[in-house]
């Protein structure tokens, strides 16, 4: 009898802990050797390719399932400003740069759960065909709760991320994804 | 004290295998998910998504610039065919991938040449005699994975026409033996 109690104790600490320490390793901990940053924003070369080991796949299915592979998009995400700062959902950001090297961009805004913001307006994003550009051609993004004209994306004050995707990535990005010119994230003001 | 050594070593190796096996598995244990949720109208047959919002949460990080459709694929019985549309001016692309996620062929407007292409997925052990004249051939590394077929929206404008024309795509086996 007590055998089966002590065995019964140790397969609930031992699937606790498989559980447990299987979804933050994959989750927050690895993400392969591919992992690159750029500034605030990180990119994963692995990600939808056949290369990738268990946690990247892993990682993948749980933050970007049915992601494309680097050749036709290369998938930047920040959780941090320029500062290294995390983002903070009490807080307005500008985002500000040039076009990266590639035939499309875009940079949308998910919450930390990694699905659209809700806002009234359907603001969850701004591309290179839709961005409104200053004279020179760079452009401006604010990041906020409170609507504000012009480039607009909407955020949650629970908190939120910022993904930039490049589609079919020109040969600067793909040959050197960690030194590329990409657009800062600067804070603002925090309420 | 030996005996409660073993117990604690029982319960790590235990604990360890849980662990690989979870990160090993839970891929396509979510990829199964997914597909059980997008082929209720049936597999290898085709379905537009609507354009993403707030409210979708079938998939993470859905982009609110593309127009998705999706086809649940199992070339158990027999190859898949899938044509897909050719929007002009705008980016589109058709990505295959296999119940562990993996992206293991793409093909987008460019290297279609701007045209409607057709490609034939092949299961394991599949031949086709003869190849049927302009197609691309594919060989699918599981039987059941996912077909993902992406339009941009690169001017809200321009929406209507692009749902239109996304419609002329078809997936659907190429025979029944």
């Known amino acids: ?191 | 004290m030996i005996r409660w050594t073993a117990w604690a070593l029982f319960t790590l190796a235990l604990a360890a295998a849980v662990h690989w096996a979870t990160v090993a598995f839970a891929p396509e244990l979510i990829m199964s998910r997914v597909m059980s949720g997008m082929g209720g109208r049936g597999i290898n047959a085709i379905r537009h998504v609507e354009r993403a919002t707030a409210a979708s949460r079938k998939v993470v990080k859905p982009s609110p610039d593309l127009l998705y459709s999706t086809c649940v694929f199992d070339v158990t019985r027999a190859p898949l065919k899938v044509t897909t549309a050719a929007p002009e001016d705008t980016y589109w692309s058709v990505a295959f991938y296999a119940a562990n996620t993996d992206n293991f062929f793409t093909l987008n407007d460019t290297t279609a040449g701007g045209k409607p292409a057709t490609i034939i997925l092949v299961g394991q052990g599949q031949a086709l005699d003869p190849q049927p004249e302009g197609t691309l051939i594919v060989s699918a590394p599981t039987t059941k994975g996912l077909v993902l077929f992406r339009t941009l929206i690169d001017n809200d404008a321009r929406e209507p026409e692009l749902d239109r024309l996304r419609r002329d795509a078809k997936c659907e086996p190429l025979y029944y033996r």
């Not at chain 1, 498989?18 to 990600?47: C, D, F, H, I």
């Not at chain 1, 659209?116 to 409104?132: A, E, F, G, M």
């Open chain 1, 1 to 191: 009898m007590r055998f089966v109690l002590h065995l019964i104790g140790a397969v609930v600490v031992a699937v606790i802990l498989g559980l447990g320490s299987a979804y933050y390793v994959a989750r927050y901990a690895v993400q392969g050797e591919a992992l690159v940053a750029n500034g605030p924003w990180v990119t994963n070369l692995e990600t939808g390719g056949t290369d990738a080991d268990i946690y990247t796949r892993a990682f993948v299915a749980l933050t970007g399932l049915l992601a494309l592979n680097k050749s036709e998009t290369i998938y930047y995400n920040a959780t941090a400003d320029s500062d290294g700062n995390a983002l903070d959902g009490r807080c307005s950001y500008r985002i500000e740069g040039r076009d990266p090297d590639a035939r499309w961009w875009s940079m949308t805004v998910y919450g930390r759960d990694h699905y659209l913001v809700d806002n009234p307006s359907k603001r969850y994003s701004v591309s290179q065909t839709t961005v409104t550009r200053e004279p020179g051609g760079s452009f401006v993004v604010r990041l906020s709760t409170v609507e504000e004209t012009g480039n607009w994306i909407a955020t949650s004050p629970d908190g939120f991320q910022v993904t930039l995707r490049l589609y079919n990535p020109g040969v600067s990005v793909r040959e050197e994804p960690g030194s590329v010119p990409l657009p800062a994230i600067v804070k603002e003001s925090c309420s």
